[in-house]
């Protein structure tokens, strides 16, 4: 869960007015350790990275960039799924996606990156889940 509420159930999360009965914070962190950016060209199809979490979503916060001066590729949702991309994530970089949904999500990834080597990992976190994806050239 997002947080772990008092005992007595006086704690609410709310989003429009509307409470969530079981928050949970998505993280999706891409990053690029190559020597290369990955550029917008390497989506094929102009088609986007996607992380489907098979739950309604309750709210896409803004992306955040390492180094601070790189833009995040765009993210975006789509149903039940994160998009992202097409956009370029330079050469050592990490964009980091943050996504509240109100259900345990079942993260998945998808893409169509071309000559780029994905890995998607599962990383315990602390209150919610999170899907660290590294994107490294050959």
């Known amino acids: 869960p997002l947080v772990r509420g008092p005992a007595d159930n006086s704690l609410e999360i709310r989003r429009n007015g509307t409470p969530l009965a079981d928050p949970y914070l998505v993280t999706v962190v891409l990053t690029n350790p190559g020597r290369r950016d990955i550029a917008s060209t390497d989506f094929d199809r102009d088609q986007p ?73 599962t990383a315990p976190a602390p209150r919610g889940i999170s899907r660290t994806v590294p994107l490294v050239r050959p």
């Open 49 to 121: 990275f996607r992380v489907c979490l098979a739950v309604p979503y309750a709210a896409l916060l803004d992306p955040e960039s390492r180094p601070s001066d790189d833009q995040a590729p765009p993210g975006r949702i789509e149903g039940t799924e994160l998009h992202i991309g097409p956009g370029r994530l330079g050469s050592g970089t990490t964009a980091t996606y943050h996504v509240v949904v109100d259900t345990v999500p079942a993260p998945d990834c998808r893409h169509s990156l071309l000559d780029v080597r994905v890995q998607c990992t």
